[in-house]
């Protein structure tokens, strides 16, 4: 069966750093998402990309969050200078088309800023 | 978008069907709902969706109320592998909200042994 995948499982980084969390969406899928959830929290949407711009997004997602396409297959989020406040699982999704169809997440990144 | 009200947990024996209920009294005509579920240490995990009629899939039930205002996730023998965060969440068809989730706080759903 086909599946999100993202890498790394867990990093761990400092304060002020930039980082880049991987994700591989399912290969035919048209939508991509960025999710986080901080521990003991609810999973809270980043946002979403679309025909390579984003087309939604959160007021989470300031100025230090980026997302890029690069390859037609990888689909990232970086963060520039990360803060302790950062720190959560990040989950990737897609989606194949419009309408009313699932999303598939991926298993998440754990997200350590020290 | 329109709210949905859960239960914050439950609690059944496996083997056993559970009633997973939802409350969406603002539901709009155009909003679907959607089922998605995390187990522990794990991302959410799509469950099932329904607009009017009630659905059935290999994981699950939905059974939705005549004035759509409530719903029921049926898990018809519940196994230990189904202890999980359950999340009710509605999407409106069409719009711009390009399939966005919003995830509240969910039923935590414990299974005995």
């Known amino acids: 069966e086909p599946e999100v995948t993202q890498t790394p499982s867990h990093q761990v980084t400092q304060m002020g750093q930039e980082v880049i969390l991987r994700c591989v969406p399912i290969?035919?899928?048209?939508?991509f998402y960025w999710y986080r959830q901080i521990l003991g929290q609810k999973v809270e949407f980043l946002v979403s990309?679309?025909?390579?711009?984003?087309?939604?997004k959160s007021e989470i997602f300031d100025d230090q969050f980026s997302v890029e396409r690069p390859d037609g297959s990888n689909f990232t989020l970086k963060i520039r200078s990360t803060k302790l406040e950062d720190s959560a699982m990040y989950f990737c999704?897609?989606?194949?088309?419009?309408?009313?169809?699932?999303?598939?997440f991926g298993q998440g990144t754990r997200l350590t800023v020290v | 978008d329109a709210k949905t009200t859960q239960p914050n947990s439950m609690e059944s024996n496996e083997e056993e069907p559970v009633h997973l209920p939802c409350n969406h009294s603002?539901?709009?005509?155009?909003?679907?709902i959607h089922w998605y579920r995390q187990l522990p240490s794990q991302g959410p995990e799509y469950v099932i969706h329904?607009?009017?009629s009630n659905v059935n899939n290999r994981m699950a039930s939905l059974a939705i109320a005549e004035d759509r205002k409530s719903s029921t996730l049926i898990l018809h023998r519940a196994t230990l592998r189904d202890a999980a965060v359950y999340y009710c969440?509605?999407?409106?068809?069409?719009?711009?909200?390009?399939?966005?989730?919003?995830f509240g706080q969910g039923t935590i759903l414990t299974v005995h042994p």
């Open positions: 603002t539901i709009s005509g155009t909003d679907y």
């Open positions: 969440i509605l999407r409106r068809a069409g719009g711009t909200s390009y399939g966005k989730l919003t």
């Open positions: 329904g607009l009017t």
């Open positions: 999704a897609s989606r194949a088309r419009t309408g009313n169809t699932e999303a598939f």
């Open positions: 990309f679309y025909n390579n711009e984003i087309s939604e």
């Open positions: 290969s035919n899928h048209l939508y």
